[in-house]
């Protein structure tokens, strides 16, 4: 109800202002015919003055009236006609008033019905942190999910292919506890597309490693999860990618596949923020990265950030090694003391400029903390650090890799 309050008194307002400016009169600027009467009246006045003095003849003075008399009246009828013509503009100037602020009104409203949201009730951030929290809580289930995504086509694959999956089915059915096999079914079973078949058999493989599983296995089951139910991210998938982050925190394709939960559950400024560490972290061939670019702007419109698109992360980053390493230093050390000094400043230089303008993961930021730590640069160093804590404010397995750095240079 306030909304609409609020949108007609804004609606009328501009509707007056409209229509004050079409009925606004110039009121401080007189007709000239008004003016020439004035001048006309105090002519008379002086021609009387001036026959009394008996400097004009009363002839003279006579037909000077008459002349005068003959030009007030000329202006009288201008100053009538003017006062008629104002009568009529303003007239016509009420009515195309009322008909535009008629059309503000009608026209706004009506625009309303169609782009905007009738009935739409307010949603404070709170709120929609809530809702969107409930929707996360009792969202579809896998099975649920599975049931609305329509049929795929078969693989076109040939029937010694076919024979030897009915082979390895088979084998794998006698003895279930064969990793290599269950391996091989699930990657297999993908790849024809039984996506229920192939997570099953990658939960058996799961199982089946118990202590020694990796976060890579937690992901791929979460991916065939996901797979099965259209690109969606039910709970039983985000239990997987959580065990998966748990045991590599910077499992970048665990990330986005939060990312992407976050999202479907009505939390893109979560959303944004997961993404846009994935983004500057990851090589830019991973296959994840161009769906990231593709709306991480929108994205950071919902987050309420001014962002700018960081460039391309090189794929040779993606080992998170790059910079001055212990075996640099060591190398460095047969060096006299100036070529050893420039040799680590330069590769320290370069280091600092990639991290400034590509970004790059929390090991390359401990090592850039470090290295100038071993140059004496403390001040240099403490700016980084600082930095690096904002970089990685939402990752706090992160900044503790890089608060190892900052150890190393002496700043803890």
Request: glycine content about 8%.
């Amino acid at each position: 109800m306030i909304f609409w309050i609020v949108a007609a008194a804004l609606a009328l307002v501009t509707a007056g202002l409209f229509a004050l400016a079409l009925t606004r009169r110039d009121g401080d600027e007189e007709h000239p015919a008004a003016y020439d009467l004035r001048v006309y009246r105090d002519q008379l006045k002086e021609v009387d003055k001036d026959q009394v003095r008996g400097v004009i003849g009363v002839e003279d003075a006579a037909r000077m009236k008459t002349e005068i008399s003959r030009r007030i009246l000329a202006a009288d009828t201008q100053m009538q006609k003017a006062e008629s013509g104002d009568a009529n503009g303003s007239r016509y100037a009420k009515i195309s008033a009322l008909a535009l602020g008629l059309v503000v009104l009608v026209g706004s409203f009506g625009l309303y019905t169609q782009i905007g949201a009738p009935g739409y009730r307010d949603m404070p951030l709170g709120e929609r942190a809530a809702e969107a929290a409930e929707r996360r809580a009792n969202r579809d289930s896998q099975a649920v999910a599975e049931t609305k995504v329509p049929p795929r086509p078969e693989a076109d694959v040939g029937a010694e292919f076919l024979e030897l999956m009915t082979k390895l089915r088979a084998a794998v059915t006698e003895n279930p506890d064969d990793l290599q096999g269950q391996e091989l079914l699930a990657r297999n079973e993908a790849n024809l597309g039984n996506m229920r078949a192939a997570y099953e058999a990658q939960a058996k493989v799961i199982e089946i490693k118990d202590a020694d599983v990796t976060a890579g296995d937690y992901v791929l089951h979460a991916n065939l999860l996901i797979t099965a139910a259209g690109d969606y991210v039910s709970p039983e998938a985000e239990a997987s990618l959580t065990k998966a982050l748990e045991l590599d925190p910077f499992n970048n394709l665990g990330r986005y596949y939060l990312g992407l939960m976050m999202w479907q559950t009505g939390r893109p400024d979560a959303t944004f923020r997961i993404w846009d560490q994935v983004l500057r972290q990851s090589p830019n061939d991973a296959p994840w990265v161009p769906s990231i670019r593709a709306v991480i702007s929108e994205l950071a419109w919902y987050a309420g950030v001014d962002y700018k698109m960081p460039a391309p992360v090189p794929a040779h980053v993606s080992d998170g090694l790059s910079g001055p390493s212990a075996e640099d230093m060591e190398a460095a050390g047969e060096l006299s003391g100036e070529d050893r000094q420039e040799m680590i400043q330069g590769m320290v230089d370069q280091l600092s400029d990639r991290l400034a303008t590509e970004g790059g993961t929390p090991q390359e930021w401990a090592r850039l903390i470090g290295a100038y730590g071993v140059l004496g640069d403390t001040e240099r160093a403490q700016a980084i650090w600082g930095e690096a804590q904002q970089v990685f404010a939402q990752v706090p397995e992160a900044l503790e890799i890089v608060r190892m750095g900052a150890q190393q240079a002496g700043l803890e």
